[in-house]
């Protein structure tokens, strides 16, 4: 099979982000199959209550960074979340969370 596309990988790390009703537990656990170690590990302590938007409101948009680095932004109902995805082991990753209000 292919591998995941970064929009295919990033719309699924968001979906699993934006579940901030789940417990902190369940939600680490829907983000991780999707996110490098190393963001798993600094996302292991958030509180998804603190999530700040509830749905996605368009597309995403893809800005490739070169070999194996990309940007995925999607806006939201709160603003804009940007994705910094990595391949890591042949797979696309989420690396990087970031949002910003707009």
Known sequence: PRAATPETVAGKFLRAWLASQLDPARWHAGLTPYAT???AEKLSAVD???VPAER???APTL???GA????VTVPVDSGRVELR????NGRWLVDGVSWSRG
């Open 37 to 39: 170690p190393a963001l």
């Open 63 to 65: 800005v490739p960074r």
């Open 56 to 58: 996605t409101t368009g």
């Open 85 to 88: 995805l990595l391949v890591l």
């Open 68 to 71: 194996g680095s990309a940007m």
């Open 48 to 50: 998804p209550k603190g």
